[in-house]
């Protein structure tokens, strides 16, 4: 690749400077080396425990865990040593080689050949706390803190304020669930209006009255109920400060399930209502109940321009060890950023709960009695039994002093004296009474300190932004720093060994679901702005009879129900059944709506005389190859009826990568011939059975697979047409049950059974670069071969996890499977069925409660490189179970391993033996990977659930659980809605073994091929066809750019957004979202794939898209809000126009495409 000579100026210049460069660099990392031995014995020490107290019968178990301890430590040690000599080995031969650009020496031959990799590999490890260190730290022993019962006694002397008085914040605020106990429109209803129509009026009543609001979807419902002058009002509320909207998506979303795509589209669709509506931006995050937090979702606020976050649902134990080091505040930073801008200001809430007494300070049943919605005769009272009491001049003095105290010792938890304590709980301030109790009598306490300046405090109603901004003063008065600190919160418990892993996987055929709504959203954005833009090229205009109005709606719909899923009872499995179904129905209409779009989008694109056009929605030109009959239904293929006259099938790519694709339809024919309608080039076509039941051949209908070559973003055209008897290749079976024979017929396809000698081997597949075993009496997978010779011994089993005997059991949200751990799966033998076909084999085998196939693409490209798993799950007859698939293979990964964070990035794992069975399970939406020195084993995964490895080499996810009972979270009632769930994966083995090992590194990507592969895993093309009873015209493919985005550019989106003088119609804009993916470099995928990339942290927008082109493009903050414009981005507008993009890095384009 030709490097540009800008760069090589610079590497001359780095050259020059190179000896002083040397000593600076092994100096700083020499004295990093000593300050971290330095930490490290000091945790060590701060690890020991203390010997004063009589442990009589425990002393064995803590000398036990002592020792684990110590060794946890020595282990941390070993680790940190490895990555400072690996630095130091690094930063010499960076400087031998005179910079860092210039190309590796010969132990790096392959990174040689993948320059984009380095860029992500280069970067300095982070600085600051890393979590995962934290819970090597942590005992896990949940001692009796007191009244606060998770944390320790807190004191102070009382003259602590003199000097600097408290400053307190009381932040009002009301949790609006959209859907969990009642749907989204129930709980709006009842609940969501009154609060803010009471809201008008309250605030209205006095001006030092505050409140915040975070949910944009029942905000912009209730916003277009309300009349002009209402809307004034709120306007004059924000204008003065009184209203703060805080985050500002859609929903407060789930962070452990939700993908990044989804994520970031519920926040822009949040964040272009407010700037329509009401003209403002956020600028602190409020997630106080989502069930632990992802730093993928702090990239995407930080990302959309927010300063500052408030978090809640924190490990007990993590809450506890950061208050007593006061760093419950801190800048929370990308673990794979070194320049610190994605740093963000985050409060973590010390306590167990939002609700109010859990934040005034530690002891609740002190705080409940500042609960005044609590007063005696209402609907709720305290449990801890000492009721709240109405503020008179009577006991103003002695609650004032009561509450200071709370005030005082929650204080302390912090470095500087401003307080954060929220003021609600879930649906609050319903009805007006309860606004005048809570504001009027917090007046009263707060009037009483402005009359005592001895008290040292000012108290009042806040915003976050006022709490914030008091924050950043006194921070920066008094120059105090916050620590920084990189990871992820998961996984969460909020008491004992309570966690919440179940949420990972419960209901997973609507996480599934989801997936399958998003990949229709982004691939029907993307197509429907390309046919927008290519009309205005064409005709200068939309044209007249295509609905863009509508189609524009169909979007916002599709936008708005999957943002409306990403809730943390949505996505979460965590609502009511209705709710369920709610949700579900709303997944459902948005995904057959999304179709529409695409159908008629394609038909336009495909014409050749334009004039044909003509839409009929009744009776539309193109209709998509499956038909989902309801919300809880599997996709069903649609028969296509063959004859001699050609059937057009159209294949929508909606990746920005060529590729390779096994294209399967359901056709009436056992004989069938496909050919390209360009090139009238016959296409390789394989000819498959379909399975009615296990041992049963559909005798009317025919799998036919073949394999198309897909330009990006395209539409591509294909004849299909009967083709003479006999002259397709047909698929042959081996069919085989341990012990029983089966029995079964087909006139179409050749069966055979298993002989006896071949019984007693194994079951293999292959194609050019692999080979695999199964077991013939199981079909499962017990071995792989790569080309390059590796072998790794991968077993798949499935196993069930019950749940414990103790009254508290697994539920919605919590994994509680007790003792013993996992059961053998154990059935009758299953029926094996080996398929073998010129276009791909594979070997399903058919349990009473899985079916499980694993299938070998027999293709040239990458596409080839890994296994196709699926399963088939139905658990709908079994009590308190969940099914998991386990791999166990023979990688040395030790108790590492690695999951994703909402398929935005890669956190490493340490199964802790410490922990609990359940908390040792993580969220996996889309990747999971174990590593040695030789290889890495890739799981890929189409949908979100529970993941975790327990032993050395293992890896395993949970596919479905159905579990009787409520896990007291407030549902009251437990998962048993099951249906016939589906689940999806592709198995990648890498071959490692040209790789320098730098030990404990906790920054690991995926490897190029693995993002190509979940790219191609998580967005199927789509297939359409027309109708066979109209008189066909002409059509020509789409092909509208001239090659592949650089290999590690992903096209997140290309969102039309709404245009400015008229709702709900389109404007000529769109959103242009682009992810740098940062790879690895230890795999390179060979032979090479056909997208390039750069090493240069900048992307050519002219280039990226031809031959489209940018009338006009600008970068903007993630959620396209117009004053994040880049104010330098108007120097751009001559070509060339190149945009900084780094690995890992999104960034936002407001464009117009010519
Ligand atoms: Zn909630």
Redesign the pocket.
Known sequence: MAVPSIVCKNMTKREMKSGRALAVLVGGVFFLAVMSLYRMLDLMQGAEPQLSRDWSGERFDQDLSRLRNKIDGLEQLLISNNRMVATLRDSLRIHKQGGVNKSIGSSHVRKESLPGCQLAEQKERSAGVQLLDVYDLLPFDNPDGGAWKQGFQITYQGNEWAEQPLELFLVPHS?N?PG?LKTFDGYYQDQTRHILNNMLLKLGEDSRRKMIWAEISYFSKWWNEIDEQKRMMVKRLVEAGQLEMVTGGWV?ADEANSHYFALLDQLMEGHQWLQRHLGLKPSSGWAI?PFGHSPSMTYLLKGAGLRNMVIQRIHYAVKKHFAQKKTLEFLWRQSWDSSHSSDITCHMMPFYSYDVPHTCGPNPAVCCQFDFYRLPGGRTSCPWRIPPQPITEKNVKERAHVLLDQYRQKSRLFRIPVLLVPLGD?FRYVESGEWDAQFNNYQKLFDYFDQHPELHIKARFGTLSDYFSALHRRLSATETSLPTLSGDFFTYADRDDHYWSGYYTSRPFYKRLDRALESTLRATEILFSLTLAEMRRFHGDLVVGFPAREHFQRLVEGRRNLGLFQH??GITGTGRDPVVVDYGTRLFHAILHLRQVQQSSAHWLLLLDKNQYHHDQSKPFLQTDDVISAQDALPQKTPLVLSDEPRVLIVYNPTEQRRSSVISVVVSSPDARVVDSETAQPMPVQISAVWVEPQQVSSQAFQLSFVAELPPLSLTVYHVTKAPAGSTPRSTYVIHRHGNRPSIASQHFQLSRLEAAEAQTHLSLSNKHLQIWSSPETGLLQKLRLSSGLVRRVQVKFLWYGTTTNRDKSGAYLFLPGQGGAQPYSSEPPLVRVSRGPIFSDITSCFQHVTHTVRLFHLEGHSGKSIEISNMVDIRAETNRELVMRLESDVASSNRFYTDLNGFQMQQRRTLKKLPLQANFYPMSSSSFLQDSLSRLTLLSAQSQAAASLQSGELEVILDRRLQQDDNRGLGQGVTDNKLTGSLYHLLLEDRRAVQEVGGATIDHLSLLAHLESLSLCHPPIIMFAQSDIQLPKLRPFLPLHSSLPCDVHLLNLRTLEAEEETGAPSQEVALLLHRKGFECSSAPEPPPQCTWSAHEEVNLDDLFSPLQFRSIRRSGLTLLRDHDEPTSARQQQPPRLAKLGPMEIAAFRAVLD
């Open positions: 949790h669930d969990w407060m109940d879930d943390h009872d």
